[in-house]
């Protein structure tokens, strides 16, 4: 049995409109920021609020045996476990996070992180697309099944609140709840992009990610710099020599070798296919300035640069102080917050302890040079799509899109698929989300583009139904 897909539509976006919409806009208005941005979480309590607004909304679906908890291991921000029993013998595990990001300046005037917004189509506010929707889109998707009648697997709905800063508490929870989960045969997490909103985008793989603070010391306290410059080296320079062990300064392209991954030829394949359907959408969705250009001219090369290649980014500074108060003094420290994207394959452990060393060796001048690695994460490539799964995403893209799927790399990272990828090495994975262009997820004007979430949800009902049809086998 399958869905229909103009009743399916139907209802998923009467739901949106009528029930999803109304909790998400609650949801944006809470600022529920991840444990690294916010060490007071738990005394604050917007973790909690925002997911009060979830668990409510969940516990008032009407699913046949859907049972719901919320679960504190101590010290921990919470998780929301859901269970619906199925029809077959499989599990399946949805996956989403409700941690969100910092406010991050330049929103528009009219506009704010936490001030819900609805304009031509997109729900503008932090944390609705990264990740607010998954629980209500998961939801939704099983509830669609049920009030067809399609037979289904037991699914597991899992949603942390730590992805953020990591995922640092997520693997205890897992640990905890091992028995309860069991071996699940599919997972979906709905918390990764897409390159447009005209098809379902499949994320094939992530990278991985080492985040550190990078410290250089020169003085116990500022100086005057007319007194002091030519005598005393800039913690500045000393800085940006030894970034240049890690970058080159001219291309961008990092020198560590060690940082590199091969990259598989299929994945090379998936750049080429995703160059010709983007073309150079790949590059002008983004907000350049006038005359601004991309790192490369070849788009195949964009692609990858972004999905299969280290990047460093410098995230954040101190020790400078803002213009209007900056005298003619040399600082005595600058502390710079590096943030270097690592191949799906690179150890990110290893590579944190790489770049630590190399840094930290040999500082010139005798600077005092600290490198403090706030928590690395390996990133992920999927195993091959099973043949029901690659024919359920090219059908569900065609019934709710009216363009076929596609599958990309993405430059980002989600700290736990590289743990389920080990825990479960049998199991099938369908990660999407709806951070398409300009969706803007971690800076200003970051919004959910509704359309996309309510066919990406029927999407969801789709393949979920397909999975139910042949009990999960490949």
Known sequence: ???????????????????????????????????????????????????????????DRPIQGLSVERIHLGGRTPLLWMEIPGTTGDTVLLYGHMDKQPEMTGWRDDLGPWKPVIEDGKLYGRGGADDGYAAFASLAAVEALQRAGVPHARYVVLIEGSEESGSPDLPAYMDHLRERIGIPDFIVCLDSGAGDYERLWTTTSLRGIVVGTLTVSVLSEGVHSGSA??????SFRIARHLLNRIEDETTGEIRVREFFAEIPEARRKQARDMGQVLGE??????PFLPGMKPVADHLTELVLNNTWRPMLSIVGAAGLPA???????????????LSLRLPPRVDAEAAAGALKEIL?????????????????????????LAPWLEEALEEASRRYFDHPACAMGEGGSIPFMSM????YPEAQFLITGVLGPQSNAHGPNEFLHIPTGKRLTACVADVLARHGARGGRS
């Open 360 to 384: 930290e060796a040999d500082p010139p001048y005798g600077a005092a040079v600290s490198f403090e690695i706030e928590g690395p994460g390996s990133g992920w490539d999927a195993p091959a």
């Open 281 to 286: 959408r790949i590059y002008r969705d983004y």
């Open 323 to 337: 213009l209007a108060t900056a005298g003619n003094v040399l600082r005595p420290t600058t502390s710079l917050k």
């Open 229 to 234: 410059s030519g005598i005393v080296p800039s």
């Open 1 to 59: 049995m399958s869905l229909d897909p103009r009743d399916t539509r139907d209802f998923v976006d009467s739901l949106w409109d009528e029930s999803i919409i109304p909790v998400l806009k609650e949801y944006i208005a809470v600022p529920a920021l991840s444990p690294l941005f916010d060490p007071g979480w738990e005394a604050n309590g917007h973790i909690e609020k925002a997911m009060d607004l979830i668990e409510t909304w969940c516990r």
């Open 420 to 423: 389920l990828g080990e825990r």
